[in-house]
């Protein structure tokens, strides 16, 4: 009999072995597509599970069913089920994180800007050098809010792929983030440490990678998963990226991916970050990855002096000692 644990890591190997496959997408987008369909019952596994609709238990074979019930991923809803868990994928891999709609607290998000942090890795670590010895220890792999854990799982398959072995360390200050995350890897093979609390305050000593995806949004809410702080949601990625340059082995690289609200032409982020770069003597470089993501949000205060929130990245690399 599988324990609840172990239940939550079959689901997604369970999808995958069944053909799933669901790219999510916005909550705009989510919700005009199910204004569409209002009033329907899930009719497939991507409906339950990719488009958190109601559905029938009938729908569901019974050794699936059985591992959501063990998981504690179902709940009744008004005469239907509702399955508490969406999944999605990424490449080879399946992510458990909340369904729809993410209003909880503790609500675990994925969405298109995970895809553009896991595509910017690959950019990014395809770049990296990949010159160490066979006996070499493994990397310090260290993601920051880690949420479903899909950028670091997307940094070990990449550093794999070259021949490089890590250690990845996950960091969250939402334990329901962590408990998902580690489903994931554990679904993916994979394992992890993990590092409940405040981002680098979490953990000890120096890393050879550190990414991040963090909330970038003014949220009135303050959810973790969303709320960035103030100016305009960039203050937790200023926070998280100079703790991290001090926290970087020789060599060791930053890859922070984050949104930034354009005020008159400027980016208030960079203008931040330039002096802590400096101070840190990193190399670095600094892109917009996508110019306009979520528009919608300059329709109201506080972002109603902004002109554009862009997804950019930036990497940072200490120098290696002389």
């Known amino acids: 009999m599988l324990s609840a644990e172990a239940a939550l890591q079959a689901l997604p190997r369970e999808l995958l072995a069944r053909g799933y496959r669901f790219i999510t997408t916005t909550p705009l987008s989510h919700q005009r597509v199910l204004a569409r369909r209002h009033g329907e019952r899930a009719g497939n596994l991507r409906d339950v599970f990719g488009w958190s609709l109601p559905f029938d238990q009938g729908l569901l074979d019974p050794d699936l069913f059985d591992a959501m019930t063990r998981a504690g991923v179902v ?6 089920l509702r399955s508490t868990v969406r999944v999605s994928t990424l490449a080879d891999d399946a992510f458990l994180h909340s369904a729809y ?17 896991a595509r910017f890795i690959a950019q990014e670590l395809a770049l990296r050098g990949g010159e160490r010895s066979a006996d070499a220890p ?13 950028g670091a799982l997307a940094a070990l398959r990449c550093l794999a792929a070259r021949g490089l072995r890590a250690e990845a360390t996950l960091n969250d200050i939402n334990p329901r983030a962590l408990q998902l995350a580690a489903a994931n890897f554990a679904a993916a093979g994979l394992g992890a440490q993990l590092a409940r609390g405040d981002a680098l ?9 550190v990414i991040s995806n963090p909330p970038y949004m003014a949220d009135p809410r303050h959810r973790a998963y969303r709320d960035g702080g103030a100016g305009l949601g960039r203050a937790l990625s200023v926070r998280i990226a100079a703790q991290a340059l001090s926290r970087l082995a020789p060599g060791g690289q ?5 949104g930034v609200a354009m005020i008159d032409g400027a980016d208030p982020f960079l203008a931040e970050m330039k002096p802590l770069l400096r101070d840190a003597r990193v ?4 892109s917009e990855i996508d110019p306009d993501v979520f528009g919608e949000e300059l329709e109201a205060a506080p972002y109603d002096a902004a002109e554009r929130i862009a997804a950019v990245g930036l990497v940072a690399t200490r120098r290696l000692a002389s």
């Open 101 to 117: 709609p993410t209003l909880e607290d503790d609500a675990v998000f994925f969405g298109p800007d995970t895809y553009r942090f």
């Open 75 to 80: 709940r009744d809803s008004g005469g239907a």
């Open 283 to 286: 190399e670095w470089s600094y």
């Open 138 to 150: 493994p990397l310090r792999l260290l993601d920051v809010g880690c949420g479903s854990g899909a």
């Open 201 to 209: 305050e979490a953990v000890d000593g120096t890393f050879d990678l």
């Open 254 to 258: 930053l890859l922070l991916y984050t």
